[in-house]
Protein backbone atom coordinates (compact mmCIF):
# COMPACT_ATOMS: atom_id res chain seq x y z
CA UNK A 1 0.00 0.00 0.00
CA UNK A 2 1.51 3.38 -0.79
CA UNK A 3 0.89 5.62 2.36
CA UNK A 4 4.10 4.59 4.86
CA UNK A 5 4.01 3.83 8.31
CA UNK A 6 3.09 6.19 10.71
CA UNK A 7 0.69 8.43 8.18
CA UNK A 8 -2.87 10.24 9.17
CA UNK A 9 -5.44 11.93 7.32
CA UNK A 10 -7.49 14.71 8.78
CA UNK A 11 -10.93 15.09 7.21
CA UNK A 12 -13.23 18.63 7.62
CA UNK A 13 -16.44 18.97 6.17
CA UNK A 14 -19.08 21.67 6.54
CA UNK A 15 -22.43 20.73 5.31
CA UNK A 16 -24.54 22.95 7.57
CA UNK A 17 -24.18 26.33 8.81
CA UNK A 18 -26.44 28.59 11.63
CA UNK A 19 -26.42 31.56 9.42
CA UNK A 20 -29.30 31.29 7.53
CA UNK A 21 -28.04 32.98 4.81
CA UNK A 22 -25.32 30.41 4.43
CA UNK A 23 -26.31 27.94 2.05
CA UNK A 24 -26.32 24.11 3.11
CA UNK A 25 -23.63 21.63 0.78
CA UNK A 26 -25.27 18.34 1.43
CA UNK A 27 -22.88 16.87 -0.68
CA UNK A 28 -19.42 17.75 1.28
CA UNK A 29 -21.10 14.59 3.92
CA UNK A 30 -20.84 12.30 0.96
CA UNK A 31 -17.13 13.34 -0.09
CA UNK A 32 -16.05 12.69 3.97
CA UNK A 33 -17.44 8.99 3.81
CA UNK A 34 -16.12 8.50 0.06
CA UNK A 35 -12.84 10.09 0.73
CA UNK A 36 -12.16 8.48 4.46
CA UNK A 37 -13.46 5.08 2.54
CA UNK A 38 -10.80 5.22 -0.27
CA UNK A 39 -8.58 5.91 2.36
CA UNK A 40 -8.79 3.05 4.20
CA UNK A 41 -9.43 0.55 1.42
CA UNK A 42 -7.11 1.33 -1.43
CA UNK A 43 -4.28 3.49 0.54
CA UNK A 44 -4.18 1.16 3.02
CA UNK A 45 -4.42 4.20 5.91
CA UNK A 46 -5.56 2.10 9.22
CA UNK A 47 -8.80 2.96 10.65
CA UNK A 48 -7.32 4.90 13.64
CA UNK A 49 -5.41 7.24 11.13
CA UNK A 50 -8.17 8.59 9.26
CA UNK A 51 -10.02 11.44 11.62
CA UNK A 52 -13.10 13.01 11.18
CA UNK A 53 -12.81 16.56 12.70
CA UNK A 54 -15.25 18.03 14.97
CA UNK A 55 -16.30 21.26 13.73
CA UNK A 56 -18.45 22.63 15.88
CA UNK A 57 -14.95 22.03 18.85
CA UNK A 58 -14.27 25.85 19.60
CA UNK A 59 -11.12 23.88 20.37
CA UNK A 60 -10.64 22.84 16.94
CA UNK A 61 -7.22 23.99 16.09
CA UNK A 62 -6.22 22.11 19.44
CA UNK A 63 -7.35 19.52 17.84
CA UNK A 64 -6.01 19.60 14.81
CA UNK A 65 -2.22 19.98 16.13
CA UNK A 66 -2.19 17.09 18.67
CA UNK A 67 -2.91 14.98 15.70
CA UNK A 68 -0.80 16.56 13.26
CA UNK A 69 2.18 16.59 16.01
CA UNK A 70 1.57 12.71 16.22
CA UNK A 71 2.23 11.79 13.15
CA UNK A 72 5.52 11.09 11.28
CA UNK A 73 4.59 10.13 7.73
CA UNK A 74 2.43 11.52 5.18
CA UNK A 75 -0.38 14.02 6.84
CA UNK A 76 -3.30 14.69 4.58
CA UNK A 77 -5.69 17.60 5.66
CA UNK A 78 -9.06 18.02 3.39
CA UNK A 79 -11.50 20.46 3.64
CA UNK A 80 -14.61 20.54 1.96
CA UNK A 81 -17.09 23.55 2.51
CA UNK A 82 -18.07 26.88 2.18
CA UNK A 83 -14.56 29.51 1.79
CA UNK A 84 -14.31 32.99 2.81
CA UNK A 85 -11.72 35.70 2.15
CA UNK A 86 -10.99 38.72 4.02
CA UNK A 87 -8.27 41.53 2.92
CA UNK A 88 -5.99 40.55 -0.37
CA UNK A 89 -5.30 37.03 0.60
CA UNK A 90 -6.70 35.65 3.69
CA UNK A 91 -8.92 32.48 3.45
CA UNK A 92 -11.23 31.05 5.96
CA UNK A 93 -12.66 27.65 5.93
CA UNK A 94 -16.26 28.02 6.93
CA UNK A 95 -17.78 26.60 10.21
CA UNK A 96 -21.61 25.87 11.45
CA UNK A 97 -21.02 29.54 13.59
CA UNK A 98 -19.62 31.26 10.81
CA UNK A 99 -21.55 34.65 9.37
CA UNK A 100 -21.05 35.54 5.87
CA UNK A 101 -20.59 39.28 7.22
CA UNK A 102 -17.94 38.55 9.84
CA UNK A 103 -15.67 35.44 8.40
CA UNK A 104 -12.81 36.50 10.32
CA UNK A 105 -14.41 36.25 13.50
CA UNK A 106 -16.59 33.31 13.05
CA UNK A 107 -14.55 30.74 10.47
CA UNK A 108 -11.33 29.24 10.55
CA UNK A 109 -8.24 31.19 9.10
CA UNK A 110 -6.44 28.53 6.64
CA UNK A 111 -3.45 30.44 7.65
CA UNK A 112 -3.97 29.01 11.14
CA UNK A 113 -4.31 25.65 10.67
CA UNK A 114 -1.37 26.06 8.14
CA UNK A 115 0.69 26.54 11.17
CA UNK A 116 -0.61 23.78 13.31
CA UNK A 117 -0.42 21.25 10.88
CA UNK A 118 3.68 21.93 10.02
CA UNK A 119 4.42 22.96 13.78
CA UNK A 120 6.84 19.58 13.76
CA UNK A 121 8.06 17.80 10.88
CA UNK A 122 6.42 15.17 8.93
CA UNK A 123 7.34 13.79 5.78
CA UNK A 124 5.15 15.22 3.59
CA UNK A 125 2.14 17.91 4.28
CA UNK A 126 -0.56 17.38 1.82
CA UNK A 127 -3.92 19.76 1.72
CA UNK A 128 -6.69 19.61 -0.69
CA UNK A 129 -9.09 22.05 -0.22
CA UNK A 130 -12.52 21.89 -1.91
CA UNK A 131 -14.19 25.30 -1.47
CA UNK A 132 -14.61 29.08 -3.27
CA UNK A 133 -11.45 31.02 -3.29
CA UNK A 134 -9.03 27.91 -2.22
CA UNK A 135 -6.40 29.42 -4.69
CA UNK A 136 -5.65 31.78 -1.59
CA UNK A 137 -3.91 29.25 0.07
CA UNK A 138 -1.09 28.87 -2.06
CA UNK A 139 0.04 32.69 -0.75
CA UNK A 140 -0.24 31.79 2.47
CA UNK A 141 3.06 31.48 4.56
CA UNK A 142 5.10 31.04 7.75
CA UNK A 143 7.43 28.75 9.69
CA UNK A 144 7.98 25.13 9.62
CA UNK A 145 7.51 22.79 7.01
CA UNK A 146 6.85 23.64 3.39
CA UNK A 147 3.16 22.50 2.62
CA UNK A 148 2.12 20.98 -0.45
CA UNK A 149 -1.79 22.41 -1.60
CA UNK A 150 -4.00 21.31 -4.20
CA UNK A 151 -7.15 23.92 -4.35
CA UNK A 152 -10.04 23.27 -6.16
CA UNK A 153 -9.85 26.36 -8.33
CA UNK A 154 -7.46 30.03 -8.26
CA UNK A 155 -7.73 32.88 -5.18
CA UNK A 156 -10.85 34.40 -7.06
CA UNK A 157 -12.98 31.66 -8.24
CA UNK A 158 -15.84 29.86 -7.15
CA UNK A 159 -16.06 25.73 -7.94
CA UNK A 160 -19.71 23.86 -8.17
CA UNK A 161 -21.29 22.12 -5.45
CA UNK A 162 -24.40 20.71 -7.73
CA UNK A 163 -27.31 20.13 -4.94
CA UNK A 164 -28.65 16.72 -6.69
CA UNK A 165 -25.64 14.46 -7.30
CA UNK A 166 -23.59 12.81 -4.06
CA UNK A 167 -20.68 14.44 -4.19
CA UNK A 168 -19.28 18.20 -5.12
CA UNK A 169 -17.53 18.28 -8.78
CA UNK A 170 -14.02 18.11 -7.52
CA UNK A 171 -13.93 15.88 -5.38
CA UNK A 172 -16.02 13.56 -7.70
CA UNK A 173 -13.54 13.71 -10.33
CA UNK A 174 -10.95 13.40 -7.61
CA UNK A 175 -12.51 10.32 -6.30
CA UNK A 176 -13.45 8.65 -9.98
CA UNK A 177 -9.40 8.76 -10.47
CA UNK A 178 -8.76 6.90 -7.51
CA UNK A 179 -11.53 4.25 -7.99
CA UNK A 180 -10.77 3.80 -11.71
CA UNK A 181 -7.05 4.61 -12.07
CA UNK A 182 -4.41 6.98 -14.92
CA UNK A 183 -3.34 6.00 -17.94
CA UNK A 184 0.56 6.34 -19.14
CA UNK A 185 1.69 6.48 -15.09
CA UNK A 186 3.14 4.28 -12.58
CA UNK A 187 1.81 1.37 -10.60
CA UNK A 188 1.22 4.05 -7.75
CA UNK A 189 -0.62 7.44 -7.97
CA UNK A 190 1.43 10.57 -6.54
CA UNK A 191 -0.32 13.51 -5.75
CA UNK A 192 1.05 15.10 -8.17
CA UNK A 193 -0.37 13.37 -10.97
CA UNK A 194 -4.06 13.44 -9.26
CA UNK A 195 -3.38 17.35 -9.81
CA UNK A 196 -2.18 17.04 -13.29
CA UNK A 197 -5.31 14.87 -14.43
CA UNK A 198 -7.82 17.49 -12.73
CA UNK A 199 -6.11 20.21 -14.09
CA UNK A 200 -6.53 18.89 -17.62
CA UNK A 201 -10.88 18.78 -16.83
CA UNK A 202 -13.04 21.13 -18.07
CA UNK A 203 -14.67 22.91 -14.75
CA UNK A 204 -18.24 24.60 -14.07
CA UNK A 205 -17.97 28.16 -13.79
CA UNK A 206 -14.07 28.09 -15.33
CA UNK A 207 -12.58 27.17 -12.13
CA UNK A 208 -8.80 25.35 -12.37
CA UNK A 209 -7.41 23.51 -9.89
CA UNK A 210 -4.04 24.88 -9.32
CA UNK A 211 -1.24 23.36 -7.15
CA UNK A 212 1.73 24.73 -4.75
CA UNK A 213 4.33 23.49 -2.80
CA UNK A 214 7.66 21.37 -3.44
CA UNK A 215 7.77 18.95 -5.70
CA UNK A 216 9.10 15.70 -3.69
CA UNK A 217 6.31 16.53 -1.61
CA UNK A 218 3.87 16.70 -4.90
CA UNK A 219 5.80 13.05 -5.94
CA UNK A 220 4.04 11.66 -2.95
CA UNK A 221 2.71 8.33 -3.19
CA UNK A 222 -1.47 8.07 -1.82
CA UNK A 223 -3.33 5.50 -3.56
CA UNK A 224 -2.56 2.41 -5.62
CA UNK A 225 -3.26 2.82 -9.93
CA UNK A 226 -5.44 0.48 -10.52
CA UNK A 227 -5.55 1.40 -14.19
CA UNK A 228 -1.59 0.28 -14.69
CA UNK A 229 -0.96 -2.75 -16.69
CA UNK A 230 -0.12 -5.59 -14.68
CA UNK A 231 -1.19 -4.67 -11.03
CA UNK A 232 -3.01 -6.35 -9.07
CA UNK A 233 -4.76 -3.93 -6.53
CA UNK A 234 -6.24 -5.90 -2.83
CA UNK A 235 -8.37 -3.92 -1.09
CA UNK A 236 -8.89 -3.70 2.40
CA UNK A 237 -12.58 -4.58 2.73
CA UNK A 238 -13.20 -4.12 5.77
CA UNK A 239 -11.81 -1.00 6.89
CA UNK A 240 -13.85 2.03 7.78
CA UNK A 241 -12.98 5.54 9.23
CA UNK A 242 -12.24 5.62 13.09
CA UNK A 243 -15.30 6.68 14.03
CA UNK A 244 -19.52 6.32 12.29
CA UNK A 245 -20.29 8.84 9.44
CA UNK A 246 -23.46 10.23 9.89
CA UNK A 247 -26.32 9.79 7.50
CA UNK A 248 -27.43 6.16 5.96
CA UNK A 249 -28.50 6.69 2.36
CA UNK A 250 -30.80 3.96 1.04
CA UNK A 251 -30.43 2.88 -2.56
CA UNK A 252 -32.55 4.13 -4.79
CA UNK A 253 -34.27 0.55 -5.76
CA UNK A 254 -35.32 -0.16 -2.55
CA UNK A 255 -37.12 -3.85 -1.72
CA UNK A 256 -38.88 -3.48 1.79
CA UNK A 257 -39.88 -7.32 3.36
CA UNK A 258 -43.05 -6.84 5.77
CA UNK A 259 -43.04 -9.38 8.35
CA UNK A 260 -46.43 -9.87 9.25
CA UNK A 261 -49.21 -12.41 6.90
CA UNK A 262 -51.79 -9.51 7.32
CA UNK A 263 -49.51 -6.68 5.71
CA UNK A 264 -50.60 -7.67 1.67
CA UNK A 265 -52.54 -4.54 1.02
CA UNK A 266 -50.25 -2.23 2.80
CA UNK A 267 -47.87 -4.12 0.66
CA UNK A 268 -48.90 -3.76 -2.87
CA UNK A 269 -49.66 0.17 -1.48
CA UNK A 270 -46.10 0.30 -1.06
CA UNK A 271 -45.23 -1.85 -4.23
CA UNK A 272 -46.83 0.89 -6.17
CA UNK A 273 -46.13 3.67 -4.87
CA UNK A 274 -42.27 2.85 -4.90
CA UNK A 275 -43.18 1.96 -8.72
CA UNK A 276 -44.32 5.63 -9.66
CA UNK A 277 -41.87 7.62 -11.09
CA UNK A 278 -41.89 11.11 -10.81
CA UNK A 279 -42.69 13.11 -14.00
CA UNK A 280 -39.14 14.29 -16.20
CA UNK A 281 -37.59 17.33 -15.21
CA UNK A 282 -38.20 19.87 -17.95
CA UNK A 283 -35.19 22.16 -18.48
CA UNK A 284 -35.48 25.88 -18.30
CA UNK A 285 -32.35 26.13 -20.92
CA UNK A 286 -35.42 25.18 -23.94
CA UNK A 287 -37.97 27.33 -22.56
CA UNK A 288 -36.89 30.87 -23.16
CA UNK A 289 -38.50 33.36 -25.06
CA UNK A 290 -36.90 34.94 -27.73
CA UNK A 291 -35.76 38.89 -26.03
CA UNK A 292 -33.47 41.08 -27.02
CA UNK A 293 -30.81 40.19 -25.48
CA UNK A 294 -29.92 36.61 -27.10
CA UNK A 295 -28.53 34.43 -23.94
CA UNK A 296 -24.73 34.43 -23.39
CA UNK A 297 -23.04 30.73 -24.99
CA UNK A 298 -19.46 30.70 -22.81
CA UNK A 299 -20.38 29.06 -19.69
CA UNK A 300 -22.21 26.52 -21.17
CA UNK A 301 -21.38 22.84 -19.96
CA UNK A 302 -19.75 20.29 -22.49
CA UNK A 303 -21.68 18.17 -24.54
CA UNK A 304 -19.83 15.22 -22.93
CA UNK A 305 -22.16 16.60 -19.64
CA UNK A 306 -25.68 16.41 -21.63
CA UNK A 307 -27.23 16.46 -17.62
CA UNK A 308 -25.60 19.82 -16.51
CA UNK A 309 -26.99 23.19 -18.21
CA UNK A 310 -26.20 26.71 -17.74
CA UNK A 311 -27.71 29.72 -19.85
CA UNK A 312 -26.91 33.34 -19.01
CA UNK A 313 -26.87 37.11 -19.73
CA UNK A 314 -24.70 40.46 -19.86
CA UNK A 315 -26.12 43.04 -17.85
CA UNK A 316 -24.91 47.00 -17.70
CA UNK A 317 -26.13 49.55 -15.21
CA UNK A 318 -28.47 51.28 -17.95
CA UNK A 319 -30.29 48.57 -19.08
CA UNK A 320 -33.24 45.99 -17.42
CA UNK A 321 -33.52 42.66 -18.57
CA UNK A 322 -36.47 40.74 -18.50
CA UNK A 323 -36.60 37.32 -20.17
CA UNK A 324 -39.36 34.94 -19.84
CA UNK A 325 -40.49 31.31 -20.52
CA UNK A 326 -43.94 29.32 -20.01
CA UNK A 327 -44.12 27.18 -17.74
CA UNK A 328 -45.97 23.64 -19.19
CA UNK A 329 -48.83 22.19 -18.17
CA UNK A 330 -46.79 19.21 -17.03
CA UNK A 331 -44.68 19.09 -15.24
CA UNK A 332 -45.61 21.58 -12.29
CA UNK A 333 -44.71 23.77 -9.23
CA UNK A 334 -40.87 23.97 -8.36
CA UNK A 335 -38.44 25.91 -10.38
CA UNK A 336 -34.68 24.31 -9.06
CA UNK A 337 -31.63 24.91 -9.83
CA UNK A 338 -28.46 28.06 -8.99
CA UNK A 339 -28.70 31.70 -9.59
CA UNK A 340 -25.31 33.23 -9.93
CA UNK A 341 -23.70 36.68 -10.94
CA UNK A 342 -20.07 37.33 -12.19
CA UNK A 343 -19.14 41.13 -11.30
CA UNK A 344 -15.55 41.47 -12.53
CA UNK A 345 -13.07 43.50 -9.77
CA UNK A 346 -11.82 45.66 -12.56
CA UNK A 347 -14.99 47.22 -13.95
CA UNK A 348 -17.71 46.53 -11.11
CA UNK A 349 -16.17 47.62 -7.54
CA UNK A 350 -17.09 45.21 -4.25
CA UNK A 351 -18.79 47.98 -2.52
CA UNK A 352 -21.01 49.24 -4.82
CA UNK A 353 -22.18 46.57 -7.67
CA UNK A 354 -25.17 44.65 -6.97
CA UNK A 355 -27.40 42.09 -9.15
CA UNK A 356 -30.94 42.15 -8.41
CA UNK A 357 -33.21 39.82 -9.30
CA UNK A 358 -36.98 39.38 -9.18
CA UNK A 359 -38.72 36.07 -10.81
CA UNK A 360 -42.69 37.04 -11.26
CA UNK A 361 -45.78 35.89 -13.27
CA UNK A 362 -46.32 38.18 -16.04
CA UNK A 363 -49.32 40.53 -14.50
CA UNK A 364 -49.50 38.66 -11.12
CA UNK A 365 -47.23 38.53 -7.71
CA UNK A 366 -43.64 38.92 -7.38
CA UNK A 367 -42.53 35.05 -6.65
CA UNK A 368 -39.26 35.75 -5.68
CA UNK A 369 -36.60 38.37 -5.48
CA UNK A 370 -33.04 38.45 -3.99
CA UNK A 371 -29.68 40.48 -3.73
CA UNK A 372 -25.94 39.12 -5.24
CA UNK A 373 -23.01 41.22 -4.46
CA UNK A 374 -19.41 40.10 -4.71
CA UNK A 375 -19.40 38.54 -1.86
CA UNK A 376 -22.49 36.75 -2.47
CA UNK A 377 -22.21 35.83 -5.49
CA UNK A 378 -24.90 32.48 -6.11
CA UNK A 379 -28.11 31.24 -4.29
CA UNK A 380 -30.15 28.13 -4.81
CA UNK A 381 -33.29 28.46 -6.30
CA UNK A 382 -36.75 26.77 -5.08
CA UNK A 383 -39.67 28.96 -6.63
CA UNK A 384 -43.28 27.74 -6.59
CA UNK A 385 -44.66 28.30 -9.86
CA UNK A 386 -47.65 27.25 -11.82
CA UNK A 387 -48.89 25.17 -14.43
CA UNK A 388 -49.06 27.49 -17.74
CA UNK A 389 -47.82 30.94 -16.55
CA UNK A 390 -45.34 33.09 -18.26
CA UNK A 391 -42.96 33.58 -15.77
CA UNK A 392 -40.25 36.54 -16.06
CA UNK A 393 -37.05 36.98 -14.39
CA UNK A 394 -36.17 40.97 -14.22
CA UNK A 395 -32.44 41.68 -13.87
CA UNK A 396 -31.08 44.91 -12.46
CA UNK A 397 -27.66 45.89 -11.94
CA UNK A 398 -26.83 48.41 -9.70
CA UNK A 399 -23.34 49.86 -10.19
CA UNK A 400 -20.80 52.30 -11.47
CA UNK A 401 -20.52 52.83 -15.31
CA UNK A 402 -18.71 50.86 -17.32
CA UNK A 403 -19.45 47.73 -15.09
CA UNK A 404 -20.22 44.99 -17.37
CA UNK A 405 -21.93 41.97 -15.14
CA UNK A 406 -23.04 38.18 -16.08
CA UNK A 407 -26.27 36.61 -14.54
CA UNK A 408 -26.66 32.82 -14.83
CA UNK A 409 -29.02 30.22 -14.35
CA UNK A 410 -26.96 26.82 -13.47
CA UNK A 411 -28.68 23.49 -13.55
CA UNK A 412 -32.40 25.30 -13.91
CA UNK A 413 -35.13 22.57 -14.27
CA UNK A 414 -39.24 22.74 -14.10
CA UNK A 415 -39.65 19.97 -11.75
CA UNK A 416 -42.80 18.02 -12.23
CA UNK A 417 -46.00 18.86 -9.85
CA UNK A 418 -47.34 16.64 -7.28
CA UNK A 419 -45.81 14.03 -4.19
CA UNK A 420 -45.68 10.40 -4.78
CA UNK A 421 -49.07 10.03 -2.51
CA UNK A 422 -50.82 12.17 -4.52
CA UNK A 423 -49.88 10.74 -7.55
CA UNK A 424 -51.00 7.70 -6.39
CA UNK A 425 -54.35 8.74 -4.95
CA UNK A 426 -54.63 10.12 -8.65
CA UNK A 427 -54.15 6.77 -10.34
CA UNK A 428 -56.06 5.11 -7.54
CA UNK A 429 -59.32 7.50 -8.10
CA UNK A 430 -58.73 7.46 -11.80
Known amino acids: MPLPPGSRALL ?28 TR ?23 KDLADDTSGVLLFYFAGHG ?23 AISYADVRAALTARRKKAIIVVLDCCWSGRAHKASGDGQAVWVLSAG ?85 AEPDEPLPFTFLPRRTKIRLATA ?26 WRPV ?17 SSVGWELTPTEQRAPEFTVPADPGTRLTGRIRARLPASSCPAGDSAVTYTFEVVGGRALETGRLTSRATSRSLRVAVASGAVVRLRLTLTAPAGCRAQLYLDDAELVGSGSYLGRLRRELTG
Open 154 to 238: GEGEEVYAPLRRRNTEFTHALLEAVRTGLPGVGPELTAADLAAHLSSLTWHFGAQPTTSGPPDAGATKLFPNRRHVGREVRMNRN
Open 292 to 308: DLPPLTDDVYRESEPSK
Open 262 to 287: GSAALAGVLAALFALAPPEPVRLTDL
Open 12 to 39: MVTAKYDDPDIERLPGVLRNRTDLARAL
Open 42 to 64: YAGLPRDRCHVLDTRDHDLLRQI
Open 84 to 106: FYEGVSDLYLGLPRTRKDAPRYS
